[in-house]
């Protein structure tokens, strides 16, 4: 099939770009904490917990045990602060505001880092005899000042190509401003692909091709993380 394609006239029927908008998350959540360590730092939620533990006695994090991601006025405060510092470009001019799950009881703010658990970020590595902990740290304030950061703005591009009857087509994704995936880039993945500049109408010549052999799969079980989630969705636990 790939080398009878390959003979055909190729022609562009369609060139589509659009900007997509994604917006910072809020600050942890416990459930949120626990699901986001177990997924990018492999930590167990019990260890995650006791780590948590430990910042927040070393004055280091707000308390950890809350179903909140509100902000005290000092945390926004602290966040623009801090913003301003590492990358000026992406502070908004008003803060954030974050929707608060109906559920939530709302006793303590969202998880976040003190002040001198933002200092302690920014001077090396906290908690050195902990493992763990400072890793948890950079998690924790990493989610914090994204949430205060402007919008990512991601440009998609969705090209049509007719191949004798057949259509073809390829989606290419870039970041056009990083806004908020500064600070939360290694924790949220933004798989980039250019594509060439086309213009409908345009004759096109396949120089290679690939047919990669694809199958279904059975669903995959649940991880600690997912199971998290999926119980703070239908509001177990």
């Known amino acids: 099939f790939a080398l009878d394609l390959a003979a055909r006239t190729h022609r562009v029927t369609h060139v589509d770009r659009e900007i997509s908008v994604r917006y910072p998350l809020p600050p942890f959540t416990t459930d949120s904490l626990l699901a986001e360590a177990s997924r990018r730092l492999r930590l167990a939620a019990d260890f995650t917990m006791r780590l948590a533990q430990t910042l927040f006695e070393s004055g280091l ?6 179903d909140s991601t ?10 623009r602060e801090t913003i301003a510092r590492w990358a000026p470009e992406v502070l908004p001019e008003e803060s954030a505001v974050h929707f608060e799950d109906p559920r939530a009881q709302g006793a303590h703010e969202g998880i976040r880092p003190t002040a001198e658990g933002i200092e302690a970020v920014e001077h090396a590595d906290p908690l050195a005899s902990t493992p763990g ?12 000042v ?10 998609n591009t969705l ?10 087509f390829a989606r290419g994704t870039l970041v056009e401003d990083p806004g908020h995936s500064l600070f939360y880039s290694e924790y949220s993945f933004i798989r980039e692909k250019e594509l060439p500049s086309v213009e409908v109408e345009e004759s096109l010549v396949p120089t290679v091709w690939n047919a ?7 669903p995959r079980r649940h991880t600690e993380a997912t199971l998290i989630e999926k119980m ?5 636990g």
Do not use: K, M
């Open 61 to 66: 994090i707000t308390y950890h045990r809350t």
């Open 146 to 155: 994204s949430s205060q950061a402007t919008p990512t703005l991601i440009a």
């Open 212 to 218: 990669p052999r694809r199958e279904t799969s059975a």
């Open 159 to 168: 090209i049509l190509v007719d191949a004798g009857g057949d259509t073809l």
């Open 133 to 144: 902990a400072a890793s948890l740290l950079r998690l924790i304030a990493a989610r914090f």
């Open 70 to 79: 509100t902000v005290s006025a000092e945390g926004i405060i602290l966040a």
């Open 232 to 236: 703070h969705r239908t509001g177990i």
